[in-house]
């Protein structure tokens, strides 16, 4: 179902951004993640005074590809930049090796801000790393899967169409009906209990 009409205005849109998400199985047993984000003007524009961009021709066209394992442990990253605004933005792409060893599925985003945050990385880049969770979850698929831990799947509890207390949850897992988190005590009240 499409959104409904809007108010009235231009037919043609000013900015456009695709953003593609990809996810393979590799032969050695990891999978790869991509992700493809490029921005474009429907009019010409100029960039910082020296750039000619004609309409629809990409303002920036970026990459990034992911290697990770089971636990969404990243053990692999690649970035790279067709386009970019500045000729220096391409030296944001070394700052992403620091991503190695970080788990997509817990704490991302607070290791992305962590080790890419400010000026380090690039905004666009860490747009990209962002949303690459959910396609990797989608890609090592036994991460929708229960296991003998007794903990729910990751993406339980994650929005409303897997909360704990509804019927998502109740229908294909309904031994997490209800399920509330543990709350882990501060370390200082373990050692004075």
């Not at 817990?106 to 396609?135: K, Q, S, Y």
């Not at 309904?174 to 399920?179: L, T």
Request: with cysteine.
């Amino acid at each position: 179902m499409p959104l409904p009409p809007s108010a009235s205005r231009t037919p043609l849109p000013i900015h456009m951004r695709d953003v593609k998400y990809r996810g393979y199985a590799r032969d050695d047993g990891m999978w790869d993640v991509e992700a493809e984000l490029v921005d474009q003007k429907t009019y010409d524009i100029e960039l910082h005074g020296r750039r000619q961009v004609p309409a629809g021709k990409p303002i920036h066209h970026m990459w990034i590809r992911l290697t990770i394992d089971a636990d969404m442990v990243v053990h692999g990253i690649e970035a790279a930049m067709d386009d970019h605004p500045l000729a220096h933005c391409p030296e944001a792409t070394r700052a992403m090796q620091k991503m190695l060893g970080c788990c997509i599925a817990r704490g991302w985003r607070r290791a992305i801000a962590d080790n890419l945050g400010g000026v380090v990385g690039c905004t666009h880049l860490r747009e990209l790393l962002f949303n690459m969770a959910t396609p990797a979850f989608h890609t090592v698929l036994n991460q929708f899967n229960t296991d003998d831990s007794g903990l729910p799947p990751r993406h339980l509890g994650q929005c409303l169409g897997w909360d704990f207390n509804g019927p998502g949850v109740a229908e294909f897992y309904p031994e997490f009906k209800g399920w509330k988190p543990l709350v882990q005590q501060p370390a200082s009240s373990l050692k004075n209990g």
